[in-house]
């Protein structure tokens, strides 16, 4: 179930259990106070807008050559930016979400309609089926993703059901490079599972926790990554409850993460506004550093492009944005070709 979807099915629910809580404007302020912005990132501008009936942008990743791939979920669009103009690169794309482009110069992408990872050779057009099932059950709604040096695949999955016996329930996977896909975190362990990076040097796993129901996790959770891609020792990075917590998010060659959160209005959720809506930069031992503020609902994601890498490609609501970074991207994020 795509996010928007489920959002609606539960929001009666989250008022009922608990009322919307309100915005503690004096919390938000002491939690944007004395950030050292200018330290991490300067000069936020639009590059393009999507226009037309239906849009919700998400999902963007640049290739070697500096084209810049988004998504239009609402239209099930992926859409290229070649530093010029607009296009659309393919149509009927199963509502794909995250994108990103691996080291081998291929498209990635994790498709909520359809239920499947694929993966496009840009030369030939091929799409291969990377993922559709675990355990002889559908995924869900893949939902973002990441990659280690390895080459393997993390990715998220969302779905209405939550009951174990019946199938899948929400999750993150890992796909290794002979194709084996196994399932390293699961409901209730999780609730919502949503934006995924490794750390650098591959030791820490990050995972946004976004669930709108009342109550539930509402944060950026750590766990340690061994070698063999299993993970352990939960741990909470940064809550952002009771506000609206990140989507997606990339890491720079440091391992400060650039979280996409926050809302300018409410939703019909148990979110409130106290997180503000655009980029938060948070340490890797918690602390958020540098925040810049974006225009427009909904912010969804971001990943490093540009030939430095110090250029932050952002979704939000009808926008595809940069953002300049004085410290560059993992550089996992620049393919080989």
Known sequence: MRRRQFLKVTAAAALTAAAVRPVNAAGIAARYEGLASERYISNLKTVAKVTGPKVFTEGPCCDRAGNVYFTNTEASQILKWDGKQLAVFRQDENAANGLLIDRQGRLVACEGKSGRVTRTDFATGKIEVLADQFGGHPLGGPNDLCFDQKGRIYFTSRLPNDDPAKGNVNAVYRIDSDGKVSQILKAPDIDMPNGIVTSPDDKILYLVESDGRAD????????????????????????????????????????????????????????????????????????LVAFVQTPEDTITNCRFGGADLKTLYITCGTLLMSLQTKIPGKPLYRPER
């Open 216 to 287: 539930r996790k509402r944060c950026i959770l750590a766990f340690d990554l061994a070698a063999d891609g299993t993970v352990s020792k939960q741990r909470k990075l940064i809550d952002l409850y009771p506000g609206r917590s990140g989507d997606g998010m990339a890491i720079d060659e440091q391992g400060n993460l650039y979280i996409a959160a926050g809302l300018h209005k409410t939703r019909g959720s148990s979110e409130t506004l106290d997180t503000r809506p655009g980029i938060h930069v948070v340490t890797p031992a918690g602390e």
